[in-house]
């Protein structure tokens, strides 16, 4: 069965960096027509795209967020990562990794269990 | 980007049909046929309820249905039930190579 899971740190304070781990099991991050994305959603929001990447190199983030956020790919570890800097509490939501399935599907069919990120001042 | 416009929620009762609407742009919505729903149970992850605007994926009841009309995607769901009781999300590819997501719509049954 194919599996996403994140993980990092829950807490953090203002200005500091966060960083988020999706680990793949089932399936290797280099086989299929996927990007690896991270979608958040703050406490009783909606859901927010962040960016998305593949294992060509290929990466887009929201504009909103481009200047913060660095999403890389790891076929060693089958891993998919999120770094986002100087977080605020506007930064506070549970952040959900996700595959995106491309052509001809082109939508996000994998979720993972999501990660709730609390930032403190 | 901005995001897709969906009404905050939407009711029914037991068997009727009910629909949900997903505004957005020529950039998004209305240039592509990328646009997705997602369903999400409370403290659950989103579920891939429709892809490709009006396809279903294995396992998908039949009950769900997508359809588009210029800029605005729509959701119906029919024979309403008790567990469609949920957040539902839209989303669409935009001309920035990026994706964009609605604000949700809390559909509750009377």
């Known amino acids: 069965q194919v599996q996403l899971q994140e993980s990092g740190p829950g807490l953090l304070k203002s200005s500091q960096t966060l960083s988020l781990t999706c680990t793949l099991s089932?399936?290797?991050?280099?086989?299929?027509?996927?990007?690896w994305s991270w979608v958040r959603q703050p406490a009783g929001k909606g859901l927010e795209w962040i960016g998305r990447t593949d294992t060509s190199g290929g990466t887009y983030y929201n504009p909103s967020l481009k200047s913060r956020v660095t999403i890389s790919v790891d076929t060693s570890k089958n891993q998919c990562s999120l770094q986002v800097t100087s977080v605020t509490a506007a930064d506070a939501a549970i952040y959900y990794c996700a595959r995106y399935t491309a052509y001809p599907m082109e939508a996000f069919d994998l979720w993972g269990r999501g990660t709730m990120v609390i930032v403190s001042s | 980007q901005s995001a897709l416009t969906q009404p905050a929620s939407v009711s029914g009762s037991p068997g009727q049909s009910i629909t949900i609407t997903c505004t957005g742009t020529?950039?998004?919505?209305?240039?592509?046929?990328?646009v997705s729903w997602y369903q999400q149970s409370p403290g659950k992850a989103p579920k891939l309820l429709i892809y490709?605007?009006?396809q279903r994926p294995s396992g998908v009841s039949n009950r769900f249905s997508g359809s588009k009309a210029g800029n605005m995607a729509l959701l119906t769901i029919s024979g309403l039930q008790g567990d469609d009781e949920a957040d539902y999300h839209c989303?669409?590819?935009?001309?920035?190579?990026?994706?964009?997501f609605g604000g949700g719509t809390k559909v509750t049954v009377l």
């Open positions: 020529s950039s998004d919505i209305g240039g592509y046929n990328y």
């Open positions: 989303s669409s590819y935009t001309s920035g190579s990026t994706w964009v």
């Open positions: 490709g605007v009006t």
């Open positions: 089932g399936a290797s991050v280099s086989s299929g027509n996927w990007y």
